[in-house]
């Protein structure tokens, strides 16, 4: 299968998917979940327009870091293509165990865990299904 494809994103344009494992990433379940998580909580029953979500919030993230490392690159630091790839999956998963309605209803729905807590839980079980890639 081609893993190279581009997402035009409603904010920065054409994202480019940078490799085959960010690829089987942002095409996993638990990332393909973020569709249905909304970025700005209830804001959208005030603001219809304001529909915002997790998964288009991590993929406008991964296009920021993407630009951050090539400005990082153009002044002079050395960024090696290992670290360039840690830091687009850290980028892009930063928000993968955000729940339903972001932050509004985070402590009612379960009392004690925080999104980070469960973000930490599934980046655990992705890196023991992807082979510590």
Known sequence: MNKKKIINDPVYGFINIPSEIVFDLISHPYFQRL?????????????????????????????LMGLAIEILRSKGHKINSEEEEAAT????????????FSHALEYSLAHGIKHEDI???????????????
């Open 89 to 100: 999956i850290a980028i892009l998963l930063h928000d993968i165990g955000h729940g339903p």
């Open 119 to 133: 973000s930490m839980l599934i980046m655990e079980k992705l890196n023991a299904e992807f082979g510590g890639d």
């Open 35 to 63: 569709r249905y998580i909304k970025q700005l909580g209830m804001t959208h029953l005030v603001y219809p327009g304001a529909l915002h979500t997790r998964f288009h919030h991590a993929l406008g993230a991964m296009h």
